[in-house]
């Protein structure tokens, strides 16, 4: 049995963000219904690269959800909504606000034909404040959040604040998405009551600064971007070995003797202005130029069994291919074979690994409206309604 199995979700979402969100809660076993419109579909169906006519992006949200597509500028398509709200647990959306209200599918308005409702919204900035009705996305949210600013390689060394290789904002606020709608399905369990959820992105980000926002306030001073290095602790950066990239660390912060001798360099831990990683810090250019000549005369595999025989920190930095090989990401089940309309694919499987109530990969994405006779039969549609509503183009 799935965690959720038995929560029925209304997925009014598209794009990244709150669709990494609710396949999440799919994967956890909850009916996940995803609304789309009649003939266009959710706009990540479109976004490039698109093979055999759908966009990789759609695909890889969108696994284990069920597709009903309805046209929601009609007042039928949206009495259908209605009708699903009805016998839902949790209603997902992230249009700009202000649009849900316009449609008569705002949080109030479905209280009162579902007044125990969980209703989420995920937007850039949330609900209120004076940015409440822009719009954004991750490297937007990523931007204001100040984490762009922290994020490269220092000016000095021709650095600029730097967005993050993938939509990192959109993950993390779809994450935070899933903790506030498992924290309401909680509170629903013990008092029957429902609630709102509001999400932003760039709340989502700002609330990762870690140690930025603490340091700017006590010491009135930005943080620097420092590239791949670790403020706190150093030697704690990437060296390029013979063969490849790799991420070196030392395991101890309170005593650097054991890296010193995994890199042949024990005087290095005799040095009075070296003990402390504040000292280190100070002259971390110079180790950095110790450590980076070290390991450019070895192999990344000489690395790693050098610094496994002292218990020092290594890995290597891999590519995408890499780390899709490793024998480590293989035996997490951390990558799956899937496949889409004729399409054979490899996706990212399910990181959370319960003992009871494990995630799991039961079907692809839907195709646009696989599933919305399904659904629409299940609230009491028959054959000659669904027949006038196709007719109509309010349902595909």
């Known amino acids: 049995m799935n965690a959720l199995e038995g929560i029925r979700v209304i997925d ?76 839902a647990d949790v209603v997902v959306e992230n249009f700009r606000p202000g649009v849900v209200k316009r449609l008569g599918l705002d949080y109030e308005s479905l209280c009162k034909i579902k007044p125990d409702i969980i209703y989420a919204s995920l937007s850039g900035y949330g609900q209120t404040g004076p940015d409440a009705k822009k719009g954004a996305f991750s490297n937007l949210a990523e931007a204001q959040s100040g984490l762009m600013s922290i994020t490269g390689f220092p000016d000095e060394e021709g650095g600029a604040p730097t967005g ?25 369990e013990r008092t029957g009551e429902g609630q709102y959820i509001d999400i932003a992105m760039t709340d989502a980000l700002i609330g990762l600064l870690q140690h930025a926002v603490i340091n700017t306030s006590v010491f009135g001073e930005n943080p620097p971007r420092v590239g791949n290095r670790d403020l706190s602790e150093y030697p704690y950066d990437t060296f390029l070995a013979k063969d490849g990239w790799c991420q070196l660390g030392n395991a101890k912060a309170t005593d650097w003797t054991d890296f010193t001798l995994a890199i042949g360099r024990p005087d290095l831990a005799e040095r009075e202005e070296l003990k402390t990683p504040g000292g280190r810090w100070e002259h971390v250019n110079e180790i950095h130029d110790i450590v980076a000549e070290w390991a450019s005369q070895r192999t990344r595999a ?31 089940e951390m990558i799956v074979d899937m496949e889409y309309r004729g399409m054979k694919y490899k996706m990212q499987g399910i990181p959370l690994k319960l003992s009871k109530t494990p995630g799991s990969i039961r079907n692809a994405p839907p195709t646009l409206g696989e599933n919305t006779d399904e659904i629409l039969r299940s609230i009491g549609y028959d054959d000659t309604k669904l027949a006038e509503l196709r007719e109509k183009d309010i349902i595909q």
Not at 308 to 326: F, H
Request: glycine share 10%.
């Open 12 to 87: 009014l979402t598209t794009s990244y963000s709150a669709p990494i969100g609710t396949m999440q809660l799919a994967d956890f076993g909850a009916e996940v219904i995803k609304i789309e419109r009649p003939y266009v579909g959710d706009g990540s169906r479109t976004w490039s690269p698109v093979v055999n006519g759908e966009g990789l992006s759609y695909v890889i949200m969108n696994r284990n959800k069920k597709s009903v597509a309805v046209n929601m500028k009609s007042e039928e398509g949206l009495e259908i909504i209605r009708e699903l709200v009805r016998g």
């Open 164 to 188: 993050s290789g993938v939509a990192f904002g959109d993950s993390v606020a779809g994450m935070y998405l899933v903790q506030g709608i498992m924290y309401a399905l909680f509170h629903h």
């Open 302 to 332: 000489e690395i790693e069994a050098r610094f496994a025989e002292y218990g020092q920190l290594y890995s290597p930095i891999c590519t995408i291919k890499e780390m899709m090989e490793l024998p480590q990401t293989i035996h997490r």
